[in-house]
């Protein structure tokens, strides 16, 4: 809710993207934001049985990838961390898209994640 106080002019300026300081994005550098991002959140729905999942991946270095993970049983816990072999991690994760299972992010997506390409 916008309060009394607060004038039109200042919303406008606030979504102006002519406003000083913005600086406009070409459409390729909005589709790459991943090379400023370090890590690949992913959400996974449990299977039959099995807990949902939380990932953050880190980029792939050298074959091999950072990950923390939470289940739906460890919600309120700092996570596991792990290192994975990019090529593993890819694997299991086509399986649990495979098998239908929900996921927060495109499997296309977390192919190019874990590939790099």
Same mark, same amino acid.
């Given at each position: 809710?916008?309060?009394?106080?607060?004038? #039109?002019?200042?919303?406008?300026?606030? #979504?102006? #993207? @002519?406003?000083?300081?913005?600086?406009?994005?070409?459409?390729?550098?909005?589709?790459?934001?991943? @090379?400023?991002?370090?890590?690949?959140?992913?959400?996974? @729905? %449990? %299977?039959?049985?099995?807990?949902?999942?939380?990932?953050?991946?880190?980029?792939?270095?050298? %074959? #091999?990838? +950072?990950?923390?993970?939470?289940?739906? /049983?460890?919600?309120?816990?700092?996570?596991?961390?792990? /290192? $994975?072999? $990019?090529?593993?991690?890819? $694997?299991?994760?086509?399986?649990?898209?495979? @098998? +239908?299972? $929900?996921?927060?992010?495109?499997?296309?997506?977390?192919?190019?994640?874990?590939?790099?390409?």
């Amino acid at each position: 809710m916008i309060s009394p106080s607060m004038g #039109h002019t200042t919303l406008r300026l606030h #979504h102006d #993207h @002519a406003a000083h300081g913005h600086v406009p994005r070409t459409p390729s550098e909005i589709e790459h934001h991943d @090379a400023t991002t370090e890590f690949l959140t992913l959400h996974i @729905a %449990g %299977g039959h049985g099995e807990p949902e999942r939380l990932l953050l991946i880190g980029r792939p270095e050298g %074959g #091999h990838v +950072r990950v923390r993970e939470w289940t739906s /049983q460890s919600w309120n816990s700092e996570g596991e961390d792990y /290192q $994975a072999v $990019a090529e593993e991690l890819l $694997a299991g994760l086509e399986r649990d898209f495979s @098998a +239908r299972r $929900a996921m927060s992010e495109e499997i296309y997506r977390v192919r190019q994640w874990l590939t790099g390409w």
